[in-house]
């Protein structure tokens, strides 16, 4: 089996000024720059495994996300009609599932549990945090004979999958550990969007719409949304953006103090007489109290923004009497909502892409891998580059002047990181 290096040049860079340049015409333009490349996701002409001695296991971990269902029948079904492949097997429950004593379940395209599954949310093999025990899993492995290991899941996932890379590769097993990456926060670096993230900006504008609604139906009236991120704001300034209703956009990102958001919200409400505010679920946590811990992803826990949100501003017009009547204020959490529901045509087509790319590097031999896509091109990484860091917007990137441009708000951290005022 090959492995995935990342010094491949296979597309161009990202400052590259016409996009029907070919690389080494910029390479000869551009000398001094370096160029980093990936290898290309796709079929190859040969493969290095024969079909019939081919077992493959396919675990899904984490949180739920729409899409799991579609890549997961997907990778069943390009094994098995395009390459004859028979023996697949979805893991219980996550990383736990594969040493456990569960039972692991066949996957066949045309039988349940897969029959359908692409139309329902949720995984059908199921899924849960941690139980990332690298020996346990790879000595499960070695031992139902397994050589390809398709992993699906976030940043925890991806981390733990590095070390069972590592531990097969120890070992000198001839085990492909393949990654697909899974975050509905859209935060996994690199890439350019993870799968399931359209649906849940699609999802979380109709939150939005929502608390528009009953702001709009009484005076001074205050919608809040908190939706997912716990420490990128991409699915908050996406949908704030998408659907021109937002007076407030609060992410991770851009840290806010108490005055400037309650003065800004009272402005609007004198203005207009209503307020939509939407809020990712990791802003503002330098306001509130933390317990300090993790939970089993090894991500730390979180206090509840959005009731602390509600009563800060609840308390002050309280106090402050400037408004009659008071505000009524709605609170929306659809997070769970978001969560379970089918992928929409977008990242059910964009499933299927990154399925059927997985299995072509698998078969094709290549392992320690992920697939992505990285300048709208599908290439396969490598996990230690995924696993460096979360991916951020950018303080003083694009999207965050037009959300600025669209709501007329712009925290004070922004302001002094770009020197205004």
Partial sequence: MGEIIHTVSSIRADDSEDEDEDVEEYR?????????????AGARAQIAWRPDNVKVA?????GLCPGLNNVVRELVRTLHFQYGVNN???VPYGYRGAYNGDEWIELHP???PLKGSHKMGGTVIGTSRGGSDTVKIVDALEKKGVNMFFIIGGEGTHLGAEKIYEEVKKRKLKIGVIGIPKTIDNDIEVIDRSFGFDTAVHEAVRAIHAARVESKSHTNGVGIVKLMGRDSGF???HATLASGDVSLCLMPEAPFTKDEVLKYVEAVLKKKGNCVIVVAEGAGQDHLLADGG??????KHLSDIGPWLCSLIKDYFKTAKTLDPQPTIKYIDPSYTIRS???MSSDALYCNLLAQQAAHGAMAGFTGFTVGLVNNRTVYLPFSLVNRGKKQVRMLGRTTERISMQTGFMPASIRRAAHID
């Fill in 58 to 62: 396919i675990v899904t971990c984490g």
């Fill in 110 to 112: 045309r039988l349940p």
């Fill in 235 to 237: 699915i908050t300034a």
């Fill in 294 to 299: 993790v939970d089993e992803s090894g991500n």
């Fill in 341 to 343: 529901v089918p992928p």
């Fill in 28 to 40: 000869q333009r551009m000398p001094l720059k370096k160029v980093r490349g990936f290898i290309r």
């Fill in 88 to 90: 697949v097997w979805g």
